[in-house]
């Protein structure tokens, strides 16, 4: 079954400093992988996903992922913090067999961005 | 365009008793899973139905039910509720049985006491 790790359950960074948000997968096959972000409250929201095509993945909101093979990662980075990127992010691998057609998530990281 | 609607939006049960939650795909979305987000932790996923038929099923006890109806909503029932219940549960729409065209719902969040 593939999984996700994310490491770094909390980040936190300045306003105007780089958003970096870390993602290792684990998978028997070419994955697909997505970042979504959970604000307090609220359902997830799609920031990007990567589907076999251009391993760099822009987004919205300014954020983008860079699919690396070698290194099994998918990390989300982003130039310029804002003060409305503060949210929970949730790295998720797509798994298909037999239980179904599912997304299975991370533990999640949650940004706080400092003025 | 209407996202995917849950209802309610909060509610609060005593233990043992049981609860159904409904979910309203967008439009032309014949796919609906759901996920089970405890408190602190990344969504786990329930069950999935396509063209009304259950296509998978997540490591979840018996007491959790799920049916979809030919217009394509969805309810979740959970029966002989535990404190464990308590949790944040989303229902994701998708066009076809495929993840990567999932719309997530604002979510139902249960209160089990």
């Known amino acids: 079954a593939q999984s996700v790790t994310q490491l770094g359950s909390h980040v936190s960074v300045s306003e105007g400093a780089l958003v970096l948000l870390r993602c290792n997968y684990s998978?028997?096959?070419?994955?697909?992988l997505f970042w979504y972000v959970q604000y307090p409250n609220q359902g997830l929201q799609l920031l990007l996903k990567?589907?076999?095509?251009?391993?760099l993945v822009k987004g919205i909101n300014g954020f983008e992922a860079e699919f690396k093979k070698s290194e099994t990662s998918f990390h989300l980075t982003k130039p310029s913090a804002h003060m409305s990127d503060a949210a929970e992010y949730f790295c998720?691998?797509?798994?298909?067999?037999?239980?179904?057609?599912?997304?299975?998530f991370g533990t999640g990281t949650r940004l706080a961005v400092r003025p | 365009d209407a996202g995917v609607t849950q209802s309610p939006t909060h509610l609060i049960k005593t233990r043992g008793q049981q609860v159904t939650l409904r979910c309203s795909p967008i439009?032309?979305?014949?796919?609906v899973s759901w996920y089970q987000q405890v408190l602190g932790q990344g969504p786990q996923f329930i069950f999935q139905?396509?063209?009304?038929?259950?296509?998978g099923r997540g490591n979840f006890p018996d007491r959790f039910s799920a049916r979809q109806f030919p217009n394509y909503s969805s309810e979740l029932n959970v029966n002989a509720l535990l404190l464990g219940d308590s949790a944040l549960y989303l229902c994701?729409?998708?066009?076809?049985?495929?993840?990567?065209?999932?719309?997530f719902g604002s979510g139902t969040r249960l209160t089990v006491v």
């Open positions: 139905y396509y063209e009304k038929e259950e296509r």
């Open positions: 990567y589907t076999s095509a251009a391993t």
């Open positions: 998978s028997s096959v070419p994955p697909y």
């Open positions: 439009s032309g979305h014949k796919s």
């Open positions: 994701a729409s998708s066009p076809n049985r495929a993840t990567y065209g999932y719309t």
């Open positions: 998720a691998v797509s798994d298909q067999g037999s239980s179904g057609d599912k997304l299975t």
